[in-house]
T-cell receptor, first 114, second 111 residues
Framework: NAGVTQTPKFRILKIGQSMTLQCTQD?????MYWYRQDPGMGLKLIYY???????DKGEVPNGYNVSRSTTEDFPLRLELAAPSQTSVYFC?????????????FGPGTRLTVL | QKEVEQNSGPLSVPEGAIASLNCTYS??????FFWYRQYSGKSPELIMS????GDKEDGRFTAQLNKASQYVSLLIRDSQPSDSATYLC???????????FGTGTRLLVSP
């Protein structure tokens, strides 16, 4: 199993550009999450999904959109990129909503908006 | 606002010593707690999880939970330079396994 994979690893965007961060997991997990981590900070939840076709906002959803058409994929869309979106983005997955489950993280995408 | 608080450090310990990392949380209904280790430029990886009051040991790691004091800690015995990393404390309290993370404590283990 590859686990959770993310592409790209690095990206530089200009202000106002758009892009999609890709996330795929091969563990057949129902729950998936997008976090952002700013320098020296913890992870903040952007969006999460409890299954194909079901998504909901997390703590910091503004400026982002998500979709979940399959169990495996959970892309994060940035529209009109702003310097405040410069961050490292992590995708994670877990089998279900049990509070005792570990979340498995992808390697991250480092995004810079100039 | 549900919060998880950690001292950002750095916490410096000599090789072979015990490193003690602490975390407090504000939401009393939090049910489970996780310690993730994050090396610079890498993704978080789970070290320990704890759900019940008391101690939980796994190798050189011991997690401690005191729900009355809303306090979680991680002890690392016989610290090694390879333990140098940022340790993130996280709490979960909903049916959707949404984690609230602290800002992390940076640990430096000197040879």
């Amino acid at each position: 199993n590859a686990g959770v994979t993310q592409t790209p690893k690095f990206r530089i965007l200009k202000i106002g550009q758009s892009m999609t961060l890709q996330c795929t997991q091969d563990m057949n997990h129902n729950y998936m999450y997008w976090y952002r981590q700013d320098p020296g900070m913890g992870l903040k939840l952007i969006y999460y999904s409890v299954g194909a076709g079901i998504t909901d906002k997390g703590e910091v959803p503004n400026g982002y959109n998500v979709s979940r058409s399959t169990t495996e994929d959970f892309p994060l869309r940035l529209e009109l990129a702003a310097p405040s979106q410069t961050s490292v983005y992590f995708c994670a997955s877990t089998p279900d909503g049990s509070s005792y489950n570990e979340q498995f993280f992808g390697p991250g995408t480092r995004l810079t908006v100039l | 606002q549900k919060e998880v608080e950690q001292n950002s450090g750095p916490l410096s310990v000599p090789e072979g010593a015990i490193a003690s990392l602490n975390c407090t949380y504000s939401d009393r209904v939090s049910q489970s707690f996780f310690w993730y280790r994050q090396y610079s430029g890498k993704s978080p990886e789970l070290i320990m999880s704890i759900y019940s009051n008391g101690d939980k040991e796994d190798g050189r790691f011991t997690a401690q939970l005191n729900k009355a004091s809303q306090y979680v800690s991680l002890l690392i015995r016989d610290s090694q330079p390879s333990d140098s990393a940022t340790y993130l404390c996280a709490a979960s309290n909903t049916g959707f396994q949404k984690l609230v993370f602290g800002t992390g404590t940076r640990l430096l283990v000197s040879p």
